[in-house]
């Protein structure tokens, strides 16, 4: 199993900054992407922003510009830079990590872990 950690969320007012981190744990694994997604109650949960192990980035259009997302792959952790926050983006935030763990000798499985949220607010 891969468990994942997250940190960084709170209340900021409106034009501040937060950093959101999250790291993976387990044995015998390996990480294909990491991201970020978030959402507000009675709302489905959305891509924030993703990133490869090659590096490569996604962002969703409301928030290109504003956040960054980066990743250390030796420490499987990703992080959320968040600038310039907005009220819309008060949400509880989720790490996601998707990958695949070495089962036995031989074995290979595919896995999608999600870590627990973190809460952040955002005030006018």
């Known amino acids: 199993q891969v468990q994942l950690v997250e940190s960084g969320g709170g209340l900021v007012q409106a034009g501040g900054s937060l950093r959101l981190s999250c790291a993976a744990s387990?044995?015998?694994?390996?990480?294909?992407?990491m991201g970020w997604y978030r959402q507000n109650p009675g709302k489905q949960r959305e891509l924030v922003a993703y990133i490869t192990s090659g590096g490569s980035t996604n962002y969703a259009d409301s928030v290109k510009g504003r956040f960054a997302i980066s990743g250390d792959n030796a420490k499987n952790t990703v992080y959320l830079q968040m600038n310039s926050l907005k009220p819309e983006d008060t949400a509880v935030y989720y790490c996601?990590?998707?990958?695949?763990?070495?089962?036995?000798?031989?074995?290979?499985?595919?896995?999608?872990?999600w870590g627990q949220g973190t809460q952040v607010t955002v005030s006018s």
């Open positions: 996601n990590a998707q990958g695949v763990r070495t089962i036995g000798t031989w074995g290979t499985q595919s896995f999608g872990s």
């Open positions: 387990g044995t015998r694994f390996s990480i294909d992407v």
